[in-house]
């Protein structure tokens, strides 16, 4: 289940930086598959949390993955688009990526 406006759900419009993707977009689940069996996401998130997914270009889900690399800490932290927007690294990397194409 995505979350967000149709504009950006056409499997073309990256969520993050907003290009349109020849190739589409891939899911980004917000809170990662290798946690949702772990007792501290049970506990503080419903299965339909654990399941959303976001629309990215294949560009910023390799970055969000690169510049936060434990799934835990991806989990816990920046299990929303703001909170992706809002880490400081992700930050510079989409303005540079925005520039490009």
Same mark, same amino acid.
């Given at each position: 289940?995505?979350?967000?406006?149709?504009?950006?759900?056409?499997?073309? !419009? #990256?969520? +993050? #930086?907003?290009? %349109? $993707?020849?190739?589409?977009?891939?899911?980004?689940?917000?809170?990662?598959?290798?946690? /949702?069996?772990?007792?501290?996401?049970? &506990?503080?998130? !419903?299965? &339909?949390? $654990?399941?959303?997914?976001?629309?990215?270009?294949?560009?910023?889900?390799?970055?969000? /993955?690169? +510049?936060?690399?434990?799934?835990?800490?991806?989990?816990? /932290?920046?299990?929303?688009?703001?909170?992706?927007?809002? /880490?400081?690294?992700?930050?510079?990397?989409? %303005?540079?990526?925005?520039?490009?194409?």
């Amino acid at each position: 289940m995505s979350e967000g406006d149709g504009a950006t759900r056409d499997g073309r !419009t #990256c969520r +993050l #930086c907003h290009r %349109v $993707m020849r190739q589409g977009t891939t899911e980004h689940h917000l809170i990662p598959r290798a946690m /949702h069996s772990n007792k501290w996401f049970q &506990k503080r998130f !419903t299965r &339909k949390q $654990m399941q959303q997914t976001i629309s990215v270009c294949r560009d910023c889900h390799r970055s969000i /993955h690169r +510049l936060i690399p434990s799934e835990k800490e991806l989990g816990r /932290h920046y299990h929303t688009i703001d909170a992706i927007l809002a /880490h400081e690294p992700f930050r510079r990397y989409l %303005v540079w990526v925005r520039k490009q194409r």
